[in-house]
């Protein structure tokens, strides 16, 4: 069975950082665009950042430009979100997702797998 598994969610004060981390459970993932969604408490789910199948392209919501990065790592078939800065507007859960179409990805129906979700509270 196809999975995503996130970690790395928790509570931490404005100012400060978190590492999430995607581990997918089969090889073919490896060629699987990679990227985070979020949903703030209340508000509909929305794309924070995706990576291409190789690495070598990124894309960011503005409202994390430079203050989170994605990388992927396809020799343990996992991928990271990087989140400095960070501020009670980035509260909420985070999923990982990944798609087929292996050059990138920015809508839910582009996403073929979702991870459960991982909570990440940022206090003020």
Same mark, same amino acid.
């Given at each position: 069975q196809?999975?995503?598994v996130e970690s790395g969610g928790g509570l931490v004060q404005a100012?400060?950082?978190l590492r999430l981390s995607c581990?997918?459970?089969?090889r073919t993932f490896r060629r699987y665009a990679m990227g985070w969604f979020r949903q703030p408490p209340g508000k509909e789910r929305e794309f924070v950042a995706a990576i291409n199948w190789s *690495?070598?392209?990124?894309?960011y919501a503005d409202s994390v430009k430079?203050?989170?990065t994605i990388s992927r790592d396809n020799a343990k078939i996992t991928v990271y979100l990087q989140m400095n800065s960070l501020t009670p507007?980035?509260?909420?859960?985070?999923?990982?997702?990944?798609?087929s179409r292996g050059n990138g990805l920015r809508y839910e129906y582009e996403c073929d797998y979702? *991870?459960?979700g991982t909570?990440?509270?940022v206090s003020s």
């Amino acid at each position: 069975q196809v999975q995503l598994v996130e970690s790395g969610g928790g509570l931490v004060q404005a100012g400060g950082s978190l590492r999430l981390s995607c581990a997918a459970s089969e090889r073919t993932f490896r060629r699987y665009a990679m990227g985070w969604f979020r949903q703030p408490p209340g508000k509909e789910r929305e794309f924070v950042a995706a990576i291409n199948w190789s *690495g070598g392209s990124t894309f960011y919501a503005d409202s994390v430009k430079g203050r989170f990065t994605i990388s992927r790592d396809n020799a343990k078939i996992t991928v990271y979100l990087q989140m400095n800065s960070l501020t009670p507007e980035d509260t909420a859960v985070y999923y990982c997702a990944a798609s087929s179409r292996g050059n990138g990805l920015r809508y839910e129906y582009e996403c073929d797998y979702w *991870g459960q979700g991982t909570q990440v509270t940022v206090s003020s």
